[in-house]
């Protein structure tokens, strides 16, 4: 299956099920992911992130890169990187930082505003869209590979 859509209550729903995705990796097992997160600001692209962050095992805060562009966390034996790419002027500015470092395996990747990154953000696994409806979010997770499909096929 390579399409899940589905609608998450409330915020805690939204940090659950990032949580639930740091679960799966762990255990179908997947080696490496990129993640490119879609929707308007305030959609809940941090809030996953954070559910996912500390799925892995993070205990302290989780705050939006928005200024640095990248937050590091080191959760051995992963790794997962934050990214919010919204002020990123040019996606060349991700060369300079030496960002293909990041794409290897036990890291996983977290990216909102991929689209600024266009040319040089390796190919996505999972796009996750979020929108608005009333005071909720619809969700919906589009297989991109193999571990992509491995990930929804879990969670149907
Ligand atoms: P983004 O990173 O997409 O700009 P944030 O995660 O920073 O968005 O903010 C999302 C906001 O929406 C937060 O105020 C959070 O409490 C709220 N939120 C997150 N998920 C949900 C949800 N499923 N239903 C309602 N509100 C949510
Ligand atoms: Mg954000």
């Keep these: 299956m390579k399409r899940l859509q589905f609608i998450l209550e409330n915020e805690q729903a939204t940090v659950d099920f990032g949580k639930r995705l740091a679960e799966l990796v762990i255990n ?48 051995e034996p992963y790794r997962v990187f934050h990214f919010d790419l919204y002020r990123l002027a040019d996606p060349e500015e991700l060369e300079y930082m030496g960002i293909r470092d990041y794409f290897q395996p036990f890291c996983f990747s977290f ?16 796009i996750i869209d979020l929108e608005y409806v009333e005071q909720q979010r619809r969700i919906t997770l589009v297989a991109k590979s193999v571990n992509g499909e491995q990930i929804i096929n879990k969670l149907v």
């Excluded at 692209?45 to 095992?57: A, D």
């Excluded at 990154?117 to 390796?122: A, V």
């Design 28 to 75: 179908i097992p997947i080696k490496s992911m990129v993640v490119f997160l879609n929707g308007d600001l305030g959609a809940g692209k941090t809030t996953l992130t954070r559910g996912f962050v500390q799925g892995m095992g993070h205990n302290g805060n989780v705050k939006s890169p928005t200024y640095t562009l990248v937050e590091p966390y080191e959760l």
């Design 111 to 126: 990216i909102e505003w991929p689209e600024k990154g266009t040319g040089i953000l390796p190919a996505e696994d999972l």
